[in-house]
């Protein structure tokens, strides 16, 4: 294979241009400029010191590098991948990669974070941040070796599925010991579903983030670091480890994770939503899709993402039948939803080999299983036939019918050309009533349980700055037993904090939880151990396991304020590139028209008087405009955020002294 | 060899006769990576550890080696590696 670019990196002044690197970081940032065939490396440590690292850090260089008129898929997008000071330790679950980029769905802000082994890797290679600029002449992969880092043709691999590129990489370079990241075929044909996969089973998911790469002609990153981390208090941090590991070892939540991941929670009256959330329960069906029913006979091996003692993620083989020899890792409770109950199919078989396929395709299944939903909903009402579809016959409950459209949409064959354009696009093309039954919000797929039901996650999803998921400020703690009125004032000062239907404190709630979040993905570990999933660990831990690291002090008040100015700087870079205002935080109208139909929550619906008092207490609470939604000056002078403000009265969506 | 391969001095059946590993256990997290490292280092590493795990991604199989730095942590009591192991798939046998 020919190397077309490669560089080693011989002398290094950062440190006397970048100031001292802090400990825990590894001090660089690797730059690759794919178009101009350009390798450099620059100090992180002015990024790290304002914005912790991960999602912070890129949000901040998003912010600052990609015009908000880019189109995501331009060369001009870029692409950061970051690590944070806690990466790599013997901090728990510190095994996570945060990618930032223009949004191809949205067309806002993507923020994007999976686990697995890379981002260590990364890390002790000798870089905070990786960013990827530009488009490559021609497709490639990019292998980093330490201070070697090389550009490599991708001929042997382009066109390959995921699996299979990670195993013609290993074996063309004669090494199984490598970190690898790479797209499928979903993100070289450029599907807006398509997502980065991370050691075959962990995956990037949101944004469309394998398209963005596969418009860069960027195959895969293979990574490999021998260099080290080092704490400011090494015998002091360690503790602080330990201390962390009790913690959750008494926790209810890592019982519930270690038992089979977040389906372990499926029980009777778990809400899942059914054929593309015209209700919200599954009834009966919840119990095909229970936790035992894939554990047995599917689970082979329970595994785990770096330093984590959860092992939430599963490897499930199926023996027999249809999908025999199937293997898939890491089926959630996404997975359960997108492919089970909103397709109505009860086969745990099937939601593993949808998974699996997913997974090999390189395509996100949060957007693939909205998009589905929305196509075999209106094969029902008649929107779309047989002519439209390439002759199938897209009946709720057919098996082999989804995993073609899976297939198709990440070769962008025929019908799936349309649907790999993401479900509000899709339903644009198609017209007529069909865009009635596209469950988005900001252009994102939706696939969710609960949205009717638990105020707080509903409002999370509404609000989150990637455009939707649950995973920016939707609280976990609804409808769990153990958040009593008394830790929930404790915790969050929300005393209504595990109450499921009531919309009283749910803004507070979600305000503190997407602080939390977003310091949480810039530290670099997992919110599988934290309060989020009713884990322990609070944020008083992750500060003392900041200052133990990094030996600068800091509080949970500090850390809060560094996630406030994160998620301003993704509010703001949504509200330029797009502008995202208040009518784009509620979801489609069959959540506020059409109730629960059965379970315990039968007549749960989003009452749309409630969701508007709802949306204002949480603009207040932020302290941006109500009528809007758009930021204020106060409140950005107030963060110290001056060029967020510069930005954002220059196109006049500012709000200043009430002026709208 | 395109990349470095930084420890290549394996021991692949252990000559640590003492640790025992039960691979259908392990989850392949490397917390004993880095407990060893910081052993032997006081800092977080892959590359000084003086044990190695390997997962497969396709089925989650554990390969483990050790190599000839380990000395089952000749002061202390208990083995980094063994004290860490959160999935209790190392196990001293003394």
């Given at each position: 294979?020919?190397?077309?670019?490669?560089?080693?990196?011989?002398?290094?002044?950062?440190?006397?241009?970048?100031?001292?690197?802090?400990?825990?970081?590894?001090?660089?940032?690797?730059?690759?400029?794919?178009?101009?065939?350009?390798?450099?490396?620059?100090?992180?440590?002015?990024?790290?010191?304002?914005?912790?690292?991960?999602?912070?850090?890129?949000?901040?260089?998003?912010?600052?590098?990609?015009?908000?008129?880019?189109?995501?898929?331009?060369?001009?997008?870029?692409?950061?991948?970051?690590?944070?000071?806690?990466?790599?330790?013997?901090?728990?679950?510190?095994?996570?990669?945060?990618?930032?980029?223009?949004?191809?769905?949205?067309?806002?802000?993507?923020?994007?974070?999976?686990?697995?082994?890379?981002?260590?890797?990364?890390?002790?290679?000798?870089?905070?941040?990786?960013?990827?600029?530009?488009?490559?002449?021609?497709?490639?992969?990019?292998?980093?070796?330490?201070?070697?880092?090389?550009?490599?043709?991708?001929?042997?691999?382009?066109?390959?599925?995921?699996?299979?590129?990670?195993?013609?990489?290993?074996?063309?370079?004669?090494?199984?010991?490598?970190?690898?990241?790479?797209i499928g075929p979903g993100g070289e044909n450029l599907s807006k579903c398509a997502c980065i996969m991370i050691n075959k089973g962990r995956a990037l998911g949101f944004g469309g983030c394998g398209a963005?790469?596969?418009?860069?002609?960027?195959?895969?990153?293979?990574?490999?670091?021998?260099?080290?981390?080092?704490?400011?208090?090494?015998?002091?941090?360690?503790?602080?480890?330990?201390?962390?590991?009790?913690?959750?070892?008494?926790?209810?939540?890592?019982?519930?994770?270690?038992?089979?991941?977040?389906?372990?929670?499926?029980?009777?009256?778990?809400?899942?939503?059914?054929?593309?959330?015209?209700?919200?329960?599954?009834?009966?069906?919840?119990?095909?899709?229970?936790?035992?029913?894939?554990s047995s006979p599917f689970e082979i091996k329970r595994s785990a993402c770096f330093n984590c003692s959860m092992r939430c993620s599963h490897f499930y083989s199926i023996p027999n039948d249809t999908y025999?020899?199937?293997?898939?890792?890491?089926?959630?409770?996404?997975?359960?939803?997108?492919?089970?109950?909103?397709?109505?199919?009860?086969?745990?078989?099937?939601?593993?080999?949808?998974?699996?396929?997913?997974?090999?395709?390189?395509?996100?299944?949060?957007?693939?299983?909205?998009?589905?939903?929305?196509?075999?909903?209106?094969?029902?009402?008649?929107?779309?036939?047989?002519?439209?579809?390439?002759?199938?016959?897209?009946?709720?409950?057919?098996?082999?019918?989804?995993?073609?459209?899976?297939?198709?949409?990440?070769?962008?064959?025929?019908?799936?050309?349309?649907?790999?354009?993401?479900?509000?696009?899709?339903?644009?093309?198609?017209?007529?009533?069909?865009?009635?039954?596209?469950?988005?919000?900001?252009?994102?797929?939706?696939?969710?349980?609960?949205?009717?039901?638990?105020?707080?996650?509903?409002?999370?999803?509404?609000?989150?700055?990637?455009?939707?998921?649950?995973?920016?400020?939707?609280?976990?703690?609804?409808?769990?037993?153990?958040?009593?009125?008394?830790?929930?004032?404790?915790?969050?000062?929300?005393?209504?904090?595990?109450?499921?239907?009531?919309?009283?404190?749910?803004?507070?709630?979600?305000?503190?939880?997407?602080?939390?979040?977003?310091?949480?993905?810039?530290?670099?570990?997992?919110?599988?151990?934290?309060?989020?999933?009713?884990?322990?660990?609070?944020?008083?831990?992750?500060?003392?396991?900041?200052?133990?690291?990094?030996?600068?002090?800091?509080?949970?008040?500090?850390?809060?304020?560094?996630?406030?100015?994160?998620?301003?700087?993704?509010?703001?870079?949504?509200?330029?590139?797009?502008?995202?205002?208040?009518?784009?935080?509620?979801?489609?109208?069959?959540?506020?028209?059409?109730?629960?139909?059965?379970?315990?929550?039968?007549?749960?619906?989003?009452?749309?008087?409630?969701?508007?008092?709802?949306?204002?207490?949480?603009?207040?609470?932020?302290?941006?405009?109500?009528?809007?939604?758009?930021?204020?000056?106060?409140?950005?002078?107030?963060?110290?955020?001056?060029?967020?403000?510069?930005?954002?009265?220059?196109?006049?969506?500012?709000?200043?002294?009430?002026?709208? | 060899?395109?990349?470095?391969?930084?420890?290549?001095?394996?021991?692949?059946?252990?000559?640590?006769?003492?640790?025992?590993?039960?691979?259908?256990?392990?989850?392949?997290?490397?917390?004993?990576?880095?407990?060893?490292?910081?052993?032997?280092?006081?800092?977080?590493?892959?590359?000084?550890?003086?044990?190695?795990?390997?997962?497969?991604?396709?089925?989650?199989?554990?390969?483990?080696?050790?190599?000839?730095?380990?000395?089952?942590?000749?002061?202390?009591?208990?083995?980094?590696?063994?004290?860490?192991?959160?999935?209790?798939?190392?196990?001293?046998?003394?």
């Open positions: 294979m020919q190397i077309f670019l490669q560089l080693k990196i011989v002398f290094e002044f950062f440190e006397l241009k970048g100031g001292k690197i802090m400990k825990g970081y590894a001090g660089k940032i690797l730059r690759i400029d794919l178009s101009r065939g350009k390798i450099s490396t620059s100090p992180s440590a002015s990024f790290n010191g304002k914005y912790l690292g991960g999602r912070g850090v890129g949000a901040w260089i998003l912010f600052n590098e990609v015009p908000p008129e880019t189109p995501a898929l331009d060369p001009k997008n870029i692409m950061i991948f970051g690590t944070g000071p806690l990466t790599g330790t013997s901090a728990p679950s510190s095994g996570r990669l945060s990618l930032v980029t223009k949004n191809a769905v949205s067309k806002g802000f993507a923020y994007s974070n999976a686990g697995g082994h890379f981002a260590p890797e990364l890390k002790y290679a000798g870089y905070d941040h990786l960013i990827i600029s530009g488009k490559s002449p021609f497709p490639a992969y990019l292998i980093i070796n330490n201070d070697t880092v090389k550009l490599k043709k991708a001929d042997s691999i382009w066109g390959k599925d995921v699996w299979e590129t990670e195993d013609t990489i290993k074996s063309n370079l004669l090494q199984s010991d490598l970190q690898i990241l790479s963005v790469m596969g418009s860069k002609n960027l195959k895969a990153i293979v990574v490999k670091g021998s260099k080290s981390i080092e704490a400011a208090d090494p015998s002091g941090f360690m503790q602080e480890c330990q201390k962390s590991f009790r913690k959750i070892d008494m926790s209810i939540g890592a019982n519930f994770l270690r038992q089979g991941g977040t389906i372990a929670k499926v029980n009777p009256s778990f809400p899942l939503p059914t054929r593309n959330y015209q209700d919200a329960n599954w009834g009966e069906k919840n119990l095909k899709v229970e936790e035992k029913k894939f025999a020899g199937l293997v898939c890792e890491g089926i959630q409770t996404n997975a359960i939803r997108g492919f089970g109950s909103n397709l109505d199919i009860d086969d745990p078989a099937f939601i593993i080999a949808a998974n699996s396929l997913c997974n090999k395709l390189g395509l996100h299944i949060d957007e693939i299983s909205s998009i589905l939903g929305w196509a075999f909903e209106c094969f029902e009402k008649g929107i779309l036939t047989c002519q439209d579809t390439d002759g199938l016959e897209l009946n709720w409950g057919n098996q082999k019918v989804a995993l073609e459209l899976i297939r198709k949409i990440g070769y962008r064959e025929s019908f799936g050309n349309i649907l790999a354009e993401g479900v509000a696009k899709a339903s644009q093309i198609i017209g007529s009533d069909s865009q009635k039954y596209a469950m988005s919000i900001k252009n994102t797929g939706i696939n969710e349980g609960g949205i009717r039901i638990k105020k707080a996650w509903a409002l999370g999803i509404a609000t989150s700055t990637r455009g939707g998921g649950h995973l920016c400020g939707s609280p976990n703690s609804e409808g769990v037993k153990s958040i009593t009125p008394e830790i929930g004032k404790k915790r969050y000062g929300v005393p209504t904090a595990g109450n499921v239907i009531t919309y009283e404190g749910k803004a507070k709630l979600v305000v503190w939880f997407e602080k939390y979040k977003a310091v949480i993905d810039s530290l670099g570990m997992c919110c599988f151990t934290s309060y989020w999933q009713n884990n322990l660990l609070g944020p008083n831990d992750y500060a003392n396991l900041f200052y133990k690291i990094t030996g600068k002090p800091i509080d949970k008040d500090k850390l809060f304020i560094i996630g406030e100015k994160i998620l301003n700087i993704e509010k703001a870079y949504n509200t330029l590139s797009v502008g995202f205002s208040r009518k784009d935080d509620f979801f489609p109208d069959r959540f506020i028209e059409e109730p629960v139909k059965q379970g315990p929550y039968k007549g749960e619906r989003l009452d749309k008087e409630s969701w508007n008092n709802l949306l204002t207490e949480y603009y207040s609470y932020k302290g941006w405009d109500t009528q809007t939604g758009w930021q204020t000056e106060e409140c950005l002078e107030k963060l110290g955020l001056e060029k967020l403000k510069k930005e954002l009265e220059k196109v006049g969506r500012l709000i200043i002294n009430g002026n709208r | 060899m395109e990349i470095d391969n930084y420890k290549m001095d394996y021991n692949k059946k252990p000559e640590q006769e003492l640790l025992d590993m039960n691979t259908s256990r392990c989850t392949g997290c490397k917390s004993c990576e880095i407990a060893c490292s910081y052993h032997h280092t006081k800092k977080y590493s892959l590359s000084n550890s003086s044990i190695k795990i390997f997962r497969s991604n396709s089925n989650g199989e554990i390969e483990y080696f050790f190599t000839k730095s380990c000395n089952l942590c000749k002061n202390e009591q208990i083995p980094a590696c063994v004290e860490v192991c959160y999935a209790h798939a190392l196990c001293l046998k003394r």
